[in-house]
Nanobody, 122 residues
Framework: QVQLVESGGGLVQAGDSLRLSCSAS????????MGWFRQTPGKEREFLAT????????YYADSVKGRFTISRDNAKNTVFLQMNSLKPEDTADYYC???????????????WGQGTQVTVSS
């Protein structure tokens, strides 16, 4: 079992940048592919980005490609989501998650953090 804790959310203005962090504890972090998702009230959780166990492979949703960057530091048991050029529609609760294999499907991720809120004002 791996425990995940997100941080770095907050209130920013449109066009600003924000970096989210997700710290892992428990089982070895480098056993897991990691993903970032977001969710707004009344909507399904949305896939944003995924990274494989080594950090050598990443994949992004079209909605964030070119603006968001996922990365990981296995020595620090942390995965990051760098978010640039933020838009009001990026406002959501952001979650990191761990899976056996990097993928875009929510139900393939067995380990989830509690989420961190991001609000982008116009």
């Amino acid at each position: 079992q791996v425990q995940l804790v997100e941080s770095g959310g907050g209130l920013v203005q449109a066009g600003d940048s924000l970096r989210l962090s997700c710290s892992a504890s428990g089982r070895p972090f480098n056993l897991y592919a990691m993903g970032w998702f977001r969710q707004t009230p009344g909507k399904e959780r949305e896939f944003l980005a995924t990274i494989n166990y080594s950090g050598g492979t990443t994949y992004y949703a079209d909605s964030v490609k070119g603006r968001f960057t996922i990365s990981r530091d296995n020595a620090k048991n942390t995965v990051f989501l760098q978010m640039n050029s933020l838009k009001p529609e990026d406002t959501a609760d952001y979650y990191c998650a761990g899976a056996r294999i990097a993928n875009i499907t929510t139900d393939q991720y067995g380990h989830w953090g509690q989420g961190t809120q991001v609000t982008v004002s116009s």
